[in-house]
Nanobody
Framework: QVRLVESGGGLVQAGGSLRLSCAAS????????MAWFHQAPGKEREFVAV????????YYGDSVKGRFSISRDNAKNTVYLQMNNLKPEDTAVYYC????????????????????WGQGTPVTVSS
């Protein structure tokens, strides 16, 4: 079992930045691909970014490319999401997700592959 706990959400003005963290506990963190999703009220959960177990591969959703950056520190069992130039449409609850895999993460842009989820951290971007 893997437990994921997100933090770092809050209220920020448009154009500002936030860094989200997701701390993992349980099994060997370095075996897991890690991802961020977000879900706005009344909408489906949407892919934001994913990072491979080694940190060597990353992929992003079209709406956040060039603004968000995913990274991980396997020594700290933590994955991060640096969010820059935030827009009101980024307002959502942000969820961390994990799946044990050493394979390609190129297609892991839906919620289906992920076995573990955090409780979410809310982000509100004011205009």
């Amino acid at each position: 079992q893997v437990r994921l706990v997100e933090s770092g959400g809050g209220l920020v003005q448009a154009g500002g930045s936030l860094r989200l963290s997701c701390a993992a506990s349980g099994r060997t963190f370095s075996r897991y691909a890690m991802a961020w999703f977000h879900q706005a009220p009344g909408k489906e959960r949407e892919f934001v970014a994913v990072i491979s177990w080694s940190g060597g591969s990353t992929y992003y959703g079209d709406s956040v490319k060039g603004r968000f950056s995913i990274s991980r520190d396997n020594a700290k069992n933590t994955v991060y999401l640096q969010m820059n130039n935030l827009k009101p449409e980024d307002t959502a609850v942000y969820y961390c997700a994990a799946v044990e895999t050493s394979g390609s993460i190129a297609t892991m842009k839906t919620t289906t592959p992920y076995d573990y989820w955090g409780q979410g951290t809310p982000v509100t971007v004011s205009s």
